[in-house]
């Protein structure tokens, strides 16, 4: 009797052990292997005028992406910083999935606090879902407020 009671005993944690190694993942885990880490990242500095730029997308499902990066630096010892440039960006996009959109232009002839340049002009986006991304960026150093103008297109 006693050696029917061990071998019962023994198909239950057999039967347990299987079945808690067939178990069910969790529902991250599927997401995150259906995503497979799809992830396109663009960034760009421009050191010597204080500009940068960084287009990333992530969880796509669907990408055409056309990203034209152009920056100039020149040395010019009249200028207080020592030289001139720019960072221009380009960006024509066709997305199914998330999108981050930045740039930044610091004050390179400054130091702040902690020794950080003081921030001139930033702009983030994040957009998710079904889009398109026409855009143009112009950052350049020697600027004065007013030089340039920002047209914004209504949507149709």
């Known amino acids: 009797m006693n050696t029917r009671w061990?071998?019962?005993?023994?198909?239950?944690?057999?039967?347990?052990?299987?079945?808690?190694?067939?178990?069910?993942?969790?529902?991250?885990?599927?997401?995150?292997?259906?995503?497979?880490?799809?992830?396109?990242?663009?960034s760009i500095r421009n050191y010597e005028t204080g500009a940068s730029f960084t287009e990333d997308y992530t969880d796509l499902e669907h990408l055409?992406?056309?990203?034209?990066?152009?920056?100039?630096?020149s040395a010019d010892p009249s200028t207080a910083g020592?030289?001139?440039?720019?960072?221009?960006?380009?960006?024509?996009?066709?997305?199914?999935g998330k999108a981050h959109i930045a740039w930044q232009s610091v004050d390179q002839e400054s130091a702040g606090s902690h020794g950080r340049h003081p921030l001139m002009g930033r702009s983030i986006e994040d957009l998710t879902g079904v889009f398109s991304i026409d855009k143009f960026i112009q950052l350049w150093s020697d600027s004065r407020p007013g030089e340039v103008s920002v047209d914004w297109l209504p949507c149709s």
């Open 82 to 96: 020592g030289g001139s440039g720019t960072l221009e960006a380009s960006i024509n996009s066709n997305v199914i």
């Open 64 to 73: 055409e992406r056309n990203t034209e990066v152009s920056t100039r630096s």
């Open 6 to 42: 061990g071998i019962i005993y023994l198909a239950i944690i057999t039967s347990a052990l299987i079945s808690g190694s067939l178990a069910e993942m969790p529902l991250g885990f599927y997401r995150a292997m259906d995503n497979g880490g799809q992830r396109e990242v663009l």
